[in-house]
């Protein structure tokens, strides 16, 4: 290590300019990565069964504090995760959009359990939607019905890695364009998604022109 430092450091071979942006562009990551993934505090949407194990991550036995996430924010404008923790109606998922939306960049998803990552025993429900991803991105997927407050930790534990691994040259939310909000799902009849409408639209223009097959009229 000490012949590899002398080498880096030799003035007859001196460091590109490009090469020693990259490395302080890497160490401002690791450290800025390192203090976000360590304060990340987290709008709790219990909905079901799994927030009461959720709950039970934040009290002293699990101490998710160890983590520095014990600061659960009631409004989403000072929180930066959603941990959407049980069955998802359809009812519910405009409101969820409509609080993820007002969450400040950086934010993050946990789908925690069954229910809010596929379905789970409700998927195809009349009510339920199946995944909470089909409406916003999730980051972190937490397998269990419901998940133990220990799975719930290793699920923060691969958030921190995830936020680790992110470089400020490639995150969406400090490019000039920035992000757009997520348009709020409309509950009518049923849930229609608005990025959806012109499928919809073209569905209901090809089933408008369809020919109706002709029916045999009773005899007499």
């Not at 709790?44 to 991550?57: N, P, Q, R, V």
């Not at 909470?132 to 923060?156: E, H, R, S, W």
């Not at 223009?205 to 029916?215: D, E, R």
Request: aromatic share 8%; with cysteine; hydrophobic share 40%.
């Amino acid at each position: 290590m000490v012949d590899q430092y002398h080498e880096l450091n030799n003035p007859d071979y001196p460091i590109p300019e490009d090469l020693k942006s990259n490395i302080a562009i890497t160490t401002l990551d690791r450290v800025y990565n390192w203090s976000r993934a360590r304060s990340v505090w987290p709008l709790m949407f219990g909905l079901a069964c799994c927030a009461i194990e959720m709950i039970a991550a934040a009290a002293s036995r699990y101490d998710q504090a160890r983590f520095g996430m014990e600061v659960t924010r009631p409004s989403p404008r000072q929180a930066d995760l959603m941990i959407v923790s049980g069955t998802v109606t359809k009812k519910m998922v405009p409101q969820i959009v409509r609080l993820y939306n007002q969450m400040p960049e950086p934010r993050y998803v946990i789908a925690m359990g069954a229910c809010a990552s596929g379905g789970g025993p409700f998927k195809e429900g009349y009510n339920v939607v199946d995944g909470i991803d089909k409406f916003i991105p999730v980051d972190v997927y937490i397998p269990g019905c419901p998940p133990t407050p220990q799975a719930l930790i290793y699920g923060f534990i691969k958030l921190h890695e995830k936020i680790e691994s992110q470089s400020l040259l490639t995150v969406p939310w400090y490019k000039k364009e920035g992000t757009e909000a997520i348009p709020v799902p409309v509950l009518g009849p049923d849930l229609v998604d608005p990025r959806q409408t012109s499928l919809i639209n073209a569905q209901g223009k090809i089933a408008a022109q369809a020919p109706v097959a002709a029916t045999e009229q009773p005899a007499g």
